[in-house]
């Protein structure tokens, strides 16, 4: 992973990750994408932040904090602090 990006777990049936994504390209905003059905290590990340649940989108920014399905304006929050 590269720590300068923001991290977004996500699944491919996921509505609320793509809009996420289109919403995030919109705003020119950089992320990477891990679909926690392809890497058992990456679902176990993201239950850590959820409480055993499997959530997405979970958003991981590079000073290690998380958000659990964020809004736009969230993530720029999170970005700009």
Avoid: H
């Amino acid at each position: 992973m590269s720590s300068n990006l923001v991290t977004m777990y996500s699944t491919v049936w996921c509505g609320y990750c793509r809009r996420l994504k289109d919403q995030m390209d919109r705003e020119g905003i950089a992320y990477q994408v891990i679909d926690i059905e392809d890497d058992p290590n990456a679902a176990d990340i993201v239950m850590a932040v959820n409480g055993g649940n499997q959530t997405v989108p979970t958003i991981v920014f590079p000073d290690g904090s998380a958000l659990t399905n964020p809004s736009l304006a969230q993530i720029k929050q999170q970005l700009a602090a």
